[in-house]
């Protein structure tokens, strides 16, 4: 008789260069999804929309996630590379645009990363 084992995949690791996923501000229940999906990306399960899309304004391999909560909708930015996830910034969405400032933020946490690695 055989017997099958369940091996979890590999997971990319997670880090967070900025922001965190606590409640509060996230409900209980916007964090466990925003967990959820990230540990989907960590598997190399690539999301789409409304999940999460493309984001190129950033750089290459990065995404916006959006995560919906009782009052607000989540911003979750990610780059996926090829040995770790790593979130570069997390804010509510107010506007259709994401700010300037903050996406120069998210492209010198990105960049300090790749020095620190490199």
């Not at 984001?55 to 916006?64: Q, T, V």
């Not at 910034?89 to 620190?116: E, P, T």
Request: proline share 8%.
């Amino acid at each position: 008789m055989s017997h099958s084992t369940y091996i979890p995949p590999e997971r990319k690791p997670l880090y967070f260069l900025s922001g965190e996923i606590k409640t509060p501000p996230f409900s209980t229940s916007a964090r466990e999804e925003a967990g959820d999906l990230l540990r989907s990306v960590q598997e190399g399960n690539p999301l789409v929309m409304p999940l999460s899309r493309p984001l190129p304004s950033l750089g290459r391999r990065c995404h916006e996630l959006r995560v919906n909560d009782e009052k607000v909708t989540w911003r979750i930015l990610y780059r996926v590379d090829p040995d770790a996830v790593l979130v570069c910034g997390i804010f509510a969405k107010r506007s259709a645009a994401i700010q300037k400032h903050f996406l120069d933020a998210c492209r010198r946490r990105l960049s300090l990363w790749d020095a620190s690695v490199s």
